[in-house]
T-cell receptor, first 116, second 119 residues
Framework: DSGVTQTPKHLITATGQRVTLRCSPRSGDLSVYWYQQSLDQGLQFLIQYYNGEERAKGNILERFSAQQFPDLHSELNLSSLELGDSALYFC???????????????FGEGSWLTVV | AQTVTQSQPEMSVQEAETVTLSCTYDTSESNYYLFWYKQPPSRQMILVIRQEAYKQQNATENRFSVNFQKAAKSFSLKISDSQLGDTAMYFCAFILFEYSGGGADGLTFGKGTHLIIQP
């Protein structure tokens, strides 16, 4: 158990809909990352938050957005869903910037999203 | 931008054998961390081993060890006495070390090596 909690584990929704994925980082971790893993196995970095602030943005679509709340949990919002958005969405967390724990990223079990 | 290359899409070995997975990376930075993650059929991402670039000593975790060659930008994973449970996708990953502030791009992953341990 990595200590990173993601909900829901599985989600099936229709095209055009909106969903929210939730993530609770490991206790004490300040950074939250979101990754997308599609069927071709590639892991794409979407976005990072550090202590409530957006830190870095990767290949995140404009239809997607995220935020990190004061209690450090994070949500990834996916809207106007398309079939191609079907993927495994990982949340990961790490500790304080500039520390060893800050540069080790632990992953949650992922949220399977199927768009039909 | 950093890149990570895993040149072996798939490998298969017999149980109890030793296997080495290759990884090369490209960066102009000098302070970074390298990781190997394991993704079994359950799709969970499990941290296997970590190497700090400033350390010359190769990291070891039980049956897993790395051969870190900084000048060659090479970071291979050796699995000794392989077990059936080692069957998984293995991803090599890179992250820049953050001193303070600034942006971070999270981990850059290779495309993975599918390791199959045969009984």
């Amino acid at each position: 158990d990595s200590g990173v909690t993601q909900t829901p584990k599985h989600l099936i929704t229709a095209t055009g809909q909106r969903v929210t994925l939730r993530c609770s980082p490991r206790s004490g971790d300040l950074s939250v990352y979101w990754y997308q893993q599609s069927l071709d196995q590639g892991l794409q970095f979407l976005i990072q938050y550090y202590n409530g602030e957006e830190r870095a943005k990767g290949n995140i679509l404009e239809r997607f957005s995220a935020q990190q709340f004061p209690d450090l949990h994070s949500e990834l919002n996916l809207s106007s869903l398309e079939l191609g958005d079907s993927a495994l969405y990982f949340c990961a967390s790490s500790g304080s910037v500039g520390t060893v724990s800050g540069n080790t990223i632990y992953f949650g079990e992922g949220s399977w999203l199927t768009v039909v | 931008a950093q890149t990570v290359t895993q040149s072996q899409p798939e490998m298969s070995v017999q149980e109890a054998e030793t296997v080495t997975l290759s990884c090369t990376y490209d960066t102009s930075e000098s302070n970074y961390y390298l990781f190997w993650y394991k993704q079994p059929p359950s799709r969970q991402m499990i941290l296997v081993i970590r190497q700090e670039a400033y350390k010359q000593q190769n990291a070891t975790e039980n049956r897993f060890s790395v051969n870190f060659q900084k000048a060659a930008k090479s970071f291979s994973l050796k699995i000794s006495d392989s077990q059936l449970g080692d069957t998984a996708m293995y991803f090599c990953a890179f992250i820049l070390f953050e001193y303070s502030g600034g942006g971070a791009d999270g981990l850059t992953f290779g495309k993975g090596t599918h390791l199959i341990i045969q009984p």
